[in-house]
């Protein structure tokens, strides 16, 4: 079985400030990784993805994310907050045997001026 | 192109209606899926649909039923909900299932049962 934490339900930072959202995962097979995106009153955006290669990944809008196997981690960074960086994100995992998506439950990003 | 349209935005119905929403991607996907999002929580696996026919079925009351037309359209038929099935519905659509390849979502319509 897989599943996945978001350490922090609500995270604040000030605008220009080094963004981190933790997420942990488990699973038995090698993962494929998501993080995405959710505005207010909005579907949700696939900021960016790992499946095998290269495991610093780069996503839209600055952020990036690394995988460390030996830490269950797939953190998503972004070096300087941006107002318009406040929205819910969603750590999601997946693997090459099946389709379905598992989510964490997801972290408030709050930016303050 | 990797936008998924959903209509309508916005629902409100009463207990005894029918409604149905639609949702509609032209990005060639053979996967299409339904979602339930409650504030503040992640998005709930609903129905699975690959290649038009009906792959995954996540215990759905029966108030909700799925049709998958072709490949580009995905229906969610309602009847007789009930007021806690208010939420946000989220269609998604991927190139294939169940090979695991990245969803992308519709907007949602934000579902209100009176």
């Known amino acids: 079985a897989q599943s996945v934490t978001q350490l922090g339900s609500h995270v604040s930072v000030s605008e220009g400030a080094l963004v981190l959202l933790r997420c942990n995962y488990s699973?038995?097979?090698?993962?494929?990784l998501f993080w995405y995106v959710q505005y207010p009153n909005q579907g949700l955006q696939l900021l960016l993805k790992y499946t095998t290669g290269a495991t610093l990944v780069k996503g839209i809008n600055g952020f990036e994310a690394e995988f460390k196997k030996s830490e269950t981690s797939f953190h998503l960074t972004k070096p300087s907050a941006h107002m318009s960086d406040a929205a819910e994100y969603f750590c999601a995992v997946s693997n090459n045997q099946g389709g379905k998506l598992i989510f964490g439950q997801g972290t408030e990003l709050s930016v303050k001026p | 192109d990797t936008e998924v349209t959903q209509t309508p935005k916005h629902l409100v119905m009463g207990m005894t209606n029918k409604k149905s929403l639609k949702c509609e991607q032209h990005?060639?996907?053979?996967?299409m899926y339904w979602y339930k999002q409650k504030a503040k929580k992640p998005p709930e696996l609903m129905f699975v649909?690959?290649?038009?026919?009906?792959?995954i079925n996540e215990s759905v009351p029966s108030r909700f039923s799925p049709e998958c037309p072709n490949s580009s359209l995905l229906n969610l038929h309602l009847h007789a909900l009930q007021p806690e099935d208010s939420a946000l519905y989220l269609c998604a659509s991927s190139q294939d299932y169940p090979q695991t390849y990245e969803q992308y979502f519709g907007p949602g319509t934000r579902l209100t049962v009176t």
């Open positions: 649909y690959s290649y038009e026919k009906l792959s």
């Open positions: 699973s038995s097979v090698p993962p494929y």
């Open positions: 990005m060639g996907h053979r996967a």
